[in-house]
């Protein structure tokens, strides 16, 4: 599905979802999980492993993106918000499910 990456024009915070460059010249998109003095930490969606970005190496921020025919737009819809509140939010329920379904697979 086409996503609508924008530059940046606000101060980045949590939940917000950055296009960066990492160390191996991959580009990346992951979620803002925490802001620090000097980096962003990120990870991906469906991820348990946490990154952490230099500011000079954000590319831009996602603004948008479809889904089928429909746009959503990342600052104004509601239930995309919710979502980016909870993924970051219960990022622990997420690893222990991950963790549990390992030791059932066992």
Request: with cysteine; aromatic share 14%.
């Given at each position: 599905?086409?996503?609508?990456?924008?530059?940046?024009?606000?101060?980045?915070?949590?939940?917000?979802?950055?296009?960066?460059?990492?160390?191996?010249?991959?580009?990346?998109?992951?979620?803002?999980?925490?802001?620090?003095?000097?980096?962003?930490?990120?990870?991906?969606?469906?991820?348990?492993?946490t990154?952490?970005?230099?500011?000079?190496d954000?590319?831009?921020?996602?603004?948008?993106?479809?889904?089928?025919?429909?746009?959503?737009?990342?600052?104004?819809?509601?239930?995309?918000?919710?979502?980016?509140?909870?993924?970051?939010?219960?990022?622990?329920?997420?690893?222990?499910?991950r963790?549990?379904?390992?030791?059932?697979?066992?």
């Amino acid at each position: 599905n086409p996503i609508i990456i924008s530059k940046l024009a606000s101060v980045l915070k949590k939940c917000d979802v950055i296009l960066f460059k990492d160390a191996s010249g991959k580009y990346l998109l992951h979620r803002i999980v925490k802001v620090t003095e000097n980096s962003y930490i990120t990870r991906g969606d469906n991820r348990i492993v946490t990154e952490c970005v230099n500011p000079g190496d954000v590319v831009g921020i996602l603004t948008g993106y479809y889904k089928g025919e429909k746009f959503i737009d990342c600052k104004k819809n509601f239930a995309y918000k919710i979502y980016s509140f909870w993924i970051t939010k219960y990022y622990y329920i997420r690893v222990l499910k991950r963790k549990i379904g390992s030791i059932i697979k066992k």
